[in-house]
């Protein structure tokens, strides 16, 4: 397995990124498209795929994953608190990638998390039947899939999501390519933490992000996490 920090050479310093440059030297069996749109109630997103193969088999032995991220999550309360293992440990201190880290308390709070995966399909396998047989060089297969986001409260900006669509060898396990966009389709609204409140979000009842508060009930999403609905007469 390789190191997620320091890479397959195991040296002293960050390394994974000259892994990934070795990677994305090599020709990539196919090539991927794809778009992704928040339906009108933003209660789930539409993702489209779009594969084109370089070569042509009768079978096909690959199928497509779908990950939803979101660029940045944070909060205050206990469930947001990060442990830090490399608090007070010198002898990390020769990296400067990680002096924050050792110079930081063994507890984080509101330490932000960047490109943390709300939402999945297909993980470990693919979704079935997603790259159909016969495969023609040349010739692009396309795929839908509905990503259920309903019940999904750990969101805390809508318009601050992507997706990754990955195609798959189901034989042997290897992501041969992949492909990041921004999901689209939800409105822009409050962004900024609200100094005096803590409000982070406001939304209606539709789930629709607001300006401000308008008009009948509102629901502020605050910077700790926590939601609550207000009328506004």
């Known amino acids: 397995e390789t190191d997620p920090y320091y890479g397959s050479a195991a040296g002293d310093y960050y390394g994974l990124d000259a892994d990934i440059e070795q990677e994305l030297s090599y020709t990539a069996e196919a090539s991927i498209e794809a778009e992704a749109t928040w339906n009108d109630a933003l209660t789930e997103i539409n993702a489209k795929a779009r594969v084109t193969f370089q070569m042509s088999a009768s079978k096909s032995e690959y199928a497509?994953?779908?990950?939803?991220?979101?660029?940045?999550?944070?909060?205050?309360?206990?469930?947001?608190?990060?442990s830090n293992a490399l608090s007070g440990d010198n002898s990390f201190a020769y990296d400067d990638n990680l002096t924050d880290l050792v110079n930081s308390p063994k507890s984080l709070?509101?330490?932000?998390?960047?490109?943390?995966?709300?939402?999945?399909?297909?993980?470990?396998?693919?979704?079935?039947g997603s790259i159909p047989a016969p495969i023609v060089s040349g010739t692009a297969k396309q795929h839908s899939q509905r990503i259920d986001m309903g019940e999904m409260k750990l969101i805390q900006d809508k318009d601050d999501l992507s997706l990754v669509v990955f195609l798959l060898n189901t034989t042997t396990g290897r992501i041969v390519n992949a492909e990041k966009v921004k999901v689209t389709g939800a409105?822009?609204?409050?962004?900024?933490?609200?100094?005096?409140?803590?409000v982070r979000r406001v939304y209606n009842?539709?789930?629709?992000?607001?300006?401000g508060l308008q008009r009948g009930v509102n629901i502020l999403r605050h910077a700790d996490g926590r939601t609550e609905k207000i009328l506004v007469k």
């Open 109 to 128: 709070v509101d330490y932000k998390f960047h490109n943390v995966v709300v939402a999945a399909a297909g993980v470990e396998k693919g979704v079935a």
């Open 64 to 82: 497509l994953g779908y990950l939803v991220t979101a660029g940045t999550l944070t909060g205050t309360d206990k469930d947001w608190v990060q």
């Open 205 to 211: 009842l539709q789930g629709l992000s607001l300006k």
């Open 187 to 198: 409105p822009s609204g409050l962004h900024e933490v609200d100094a005096a409140t803590g």
